[in-house]
Every structure is written in C-alpha cells, then in structure tokens.
C-alpha cells in the first residue's frame, strides 16, 4: 500500500516536521516500508494543479495532507483535484486548521474521506493499518469519517501522555538532506489559557515533556549537520526554565558548528544565569509575546502579565546582547487605539530587535472562536479569520491597526527612527502617527516633517538619514 503524505509551507526552509513524525511512526512502528510513504512538500505559492498532479504520481493509497491557516485553501482545491481522478483513494486531512472543525470540514469539503481532530501520529496510524487490513475506520478514535452518506465522530482519541513512546524523525533514516531551518520539539502544549491561542489544545492534560535525553540526542543529532538554524518550536521554550537551562548547556557544549538557535519564549521566567545560557548557545532569534499591557484586555482574553517581571526578563536578554523580537497583537476585545498605543510605546521603550504588530485571527477551535458572539466579535468567514470589529473596536478602528503594520514594515529597519522614538515629547506611536499621515516617499523627507513638526533640531538626524539612505544604496540587491 501507498501513503502519500503532503504539505505547502509558509516558508520552505522550514522542515515538514509534522509529516517527519508521521513516517517514522508508520515505519518504525507500524512496519510500513520506507518506499511506501512518500513525503511531498510544495511552497507557498504552488498551484492546486501542480499539487494534484504530484500527489496522483505517487499513485498513493491513502493522501494525507497537513492543514493549516496558510494553505487551507489550496490543498482543498487540490483534494478535489485528486479524488476527481482517483475516488478510490482514501484523503486524510489533519492539523490546526480543520481538527477543531472535523464535521463541518467534510460537510464542505465533499472530497475529504477522514479528518483527524488532534494529535495525528496514533489516529492516522490505525487509519493506515485498518485501511491496509481492509477494515473500515469506524473503530479509530479522534476521527470524523463518511459512512453511508453520514458523518461519522468516533469520539476523542485518549490523550498520549507519553510522548516518548512516538518514532523520533531526527535520525539519519528520516531527515530530510540540504541547508534548512530544523524544527524540534521538546514538549507539546502549554498550560496557560490565552483564549486568541490554540496551543494548549484543549487538552484535560495541558504540557506534555519528551525526556531530556531524547531532546538532547534529537539537537544532537542536528547540530552535526548542516542545518541553517535551530528552531526549538515550543509554545514556551522556558516554561520550565531549569529543564531550558539544561537543553541550553547542550547546546553550547555541542553547537560546534555555530548553528543559531530560535525560539518563542515567556519573559517572566527570563533570568540572568538563562540569559547568559542562551548567549552561549548562541541564540540568534527569540520570540516574546507581550500582545497587550492593558489590564482590561488582558482579562478579557485570560492573559497573564506580570509587568515588572516582564521588564526585568528583558533587561536580561539586553545584558547579553541577545537579539529579540517582541510581539502585539492588534485588534483583541476590549482594546482600543489608545489601549494599544500605550502597549506599542511601552514595546518600543524595550528596544527590541524587531518589533512586531500582527493582527488578530480569530482561529477555530480557540476559546475566542468559540465566544465570539459574546464579545460582538466579527472577523472573516474564511482563513486567515482577520477580525474585523468587536464591542471596543469598530471597523474604522481595525483598518487603522492595517495602517500601523504598514507603518512598521516601513519604519523599523531605520536606525534613525530608533533614535528619533527617543526624544522628549515624543512616543512611538506619534511615530507611526506621522507616517500614517504622511506616508513618505524617503527616510530624509520624512524626518524632515516630523522634527518640523515636533520641534526637534534636524541636523543630526538629517545626517544619520544620509547615512543610512546611502548604505540602503550600496547594499546587495538594491539598484
């Protein structure tokens, strides 16, 4: 039996760690042959046809494709595709993206045979095994299926409290060969209750750990190759923070190669013996969510802030020059553009790396999803679920947060506007106000305006505008 198993990526570089799982539990533990599960992976810009086409190449059985807000569309295009010229094959979808929303995918998506609601490793291996034993799939759990022209849920598969028991897919049988970003878990799940967030799963058991020594063997085992970064891919990296210090003095004693390392993680548990952990690892990106400072939001969305412990986390990072990107997210219930002016201008008072304003999607599956009528909370019918208004937030107000993510696309990468944000009397979100307003044709023309406007001497500004102008002209790729 055949087993294609495929995905489009938001950005290739990435590994398909899902579908890497995926086949080594089928042939490590089901015993299916390592040429009858074909792995396929496609950008973000391939067509449905190009997909369609590969996937009937390898005249697969059983069609798994990974879901997830990014390609949702093309893959159902695609399924349509290849059940038009194969109906016999049996299509599997699973991920974020349908989990969630099993029955209603397959009443949507007629070409759809079977979507697994969580976790996909167990599930979709019975599936396989019945559909290779020629039974029907009516006794594997955590699947909705077709069955005589119904929908068919055949309940929660049990929770894998044991994640170690999975095939590792970071060996020499299963990785994927060239220069790429490595993903690599060393747990799932994540205990807090972020209701715009669907990392915890809505599991009864909410983190779930692999052992230290499978974690230390699987970066190991990568550090030694060629990859082009690390990505530790955990909701919270340090949600333990001994458990992360150790990983990191692996790293560091075994990164011999430099390889950077990336990852998400909570702030308040930042201290300065991690901080210098990860320096020496070589942590190169490191994600922290702020989303919001204000009280009332954060409430609304069950978040928790503690500020001060926030602010020291990153006065450690600072310390050891480690680069780091901070995250807003715009448009949440509950706030307004004042509210989330002052969240930007306390970002910005960080100095981060990068900083970030990312919309709100309101995903299925996420508590917020799920109370959005309580909240008079509207946002799109189709993927990437933008919001589009909510009871503190009218419509006008969601097409000003559009603005502000132009604003910093533009804004950030000069160094100038760093200094600038600095001045007295000057915010930030004033910043981004002006060029809202003005939206500039150069870096020189725009402060300019804004030193006139704020009466703030220029010279020195115009000076550091020249300079970075003719830096942008000489840099690779410019014209």
Same mark, same amino acid.
């Not at 792995?39 to 190449?57: K, N, R, S």
């Not at 004042?338 to 900083?355: C, M």
């Given at each position: ?13 990435? /590994? ?23 792995? #396929? ?85 019975? /599936? ?6 020629? +039974?029907?799939?009516?006794?594997? &759990? ?14 929660? &598969? ?64 990568? #550090? ?7 990505? #530790? ?13 150790? /990983?990191?003095?692996? %790293? ?5 190669? @430099? ?17 210098? +952990? ?11 969510? +702020? @989303? ?15 500020? @001060? ?30 509210? !989330?002016?002052?969240?930007?201008? !306390?970002? &910005? ?48 107000? %969601? ?55 704020? &009466? /703030? ?23």
């Amino acid at each position: 039996m055949q087993i294609c198993l495929a995905t489009a990526h938001c950005k290739p570089a990435f /590994i398909p760690l899902a579908l890497l799982y995926l086949k080594a539990c089928l042939v490590e533990q089901q015993g299916f042959r390592d040429e009858e599960v074909t792995i #396929l992976e496609f950008g973000p810009d391939a067509p449905a046809e190009q997909i369609a086409d590969a996937v009937l190449a390898a005249d697969a059985d059983i069609v798994a494709f990974s879901c997830y807000v990014w390609n949702i569309r093309t893959l159902m295009r695609a399924a349509d595709g290849i059940k038009a010229r194969r109906p016999l094959s049996t299509i599997v979808v699973g991920g974020p993206e349908v989990g969630p929303v099993a029955a209603s995918t397959l009443e949507r998506y007629p070409a759809i045979d079977v979507v697994v609601k969580s976790e996909g490793e167990v599930p979709f291996c019975a /599936i396989a095994e019945r559909r290779r034993a020629g +039974l029907d799939l009516d006794e594997v &759990a955590g699947i909705c299926l077709r069955r005589d022209g119904a929908i068919v849920d055949t309940g929660d &598969a049990p929770i894998l409290r044991d994640l170690n028991v999975l095939a590792s897919p970071h060996t020499d049988r299963f990785a994927t060969t060239g220069k790429r970003v490595v993903c690599v878990e060393t747990q799932r799940g994540c205990v807090f209750r972020c209701s715009f967030c669907f990392y915890n799963k809505d599991l009864s058991i909410r983190n779930r750990r692999f052992d230290l020594e499978r974690v230390t063997r699987e970066i190991g085992f990568w #550090l030694e190759r060629d990859a082009v970064e690390l990505y #530790l891919m955990d909701p919270v990296f340090n949600l333990n923070a001994e458990r992360a210090k150790e /990983i990191c003095r692996f %790293i560091a004693a075994h990164n011999h190669r @430099q390889i950077p390392v990336h990852t998400e993680v909570w702030a308040e548990f930042i201290d300065d013996e991690l901080a210098s +952990l990860m320096r020496d690892a070589r942590f190169r990106y490191i994600e922290v969510g +702020l @989303q919001t400072t204000d009280d009332n939001v954060l409430a609304t969305v069950e978040r928790r802030l503690r500020l @001060q412990k926030f602010i020291d986390g990153i006065a450690c990072l600072r310390k050891y020059g480690l680069p780091f990107e901070v995250q807003l997210i715009y448009g949440l219930p509950g706030e307004t553009r004042e509210t !989330f002016r002052k969240s930007l201008n !306390f970002a &910005a008072s960080l100095d981060p790396s990068v900083l970030s304003v990312f919309p709100l999607m309101v995903l299925p599956g996420t508590e917020l999803w799920r109370k959005a009528e309580g909240l008079d909370l509207a946002y799109d019918a189709e993927p990437p679920y933008y919001v589009r208004s909510h009871f503190s937030m009218g419509e006008d107000d %969601i097409r000003y947060g559009w603005r502000v993510n132009e604003a910093l696309d533009w804004l950030e990468p000069f160094h100038t506007i760093r200094f600038l944000r600095r001045e007295p009397g000057i915010s930030y979100a004033d910043v981004v106000d002006e060029w809202i307003a003005s939206r500039p044709d150069s870096l020189a023309a725009f402060v300019e305006r804004l030193c006139a406007k704020k &009466a /703030i001497p220029p010279d020195f500004y115009r000076a550091s505008a020249a300079i970075e102008t003719v830096n942008a002209s000489r840099s690779p790729g410019s014209s």
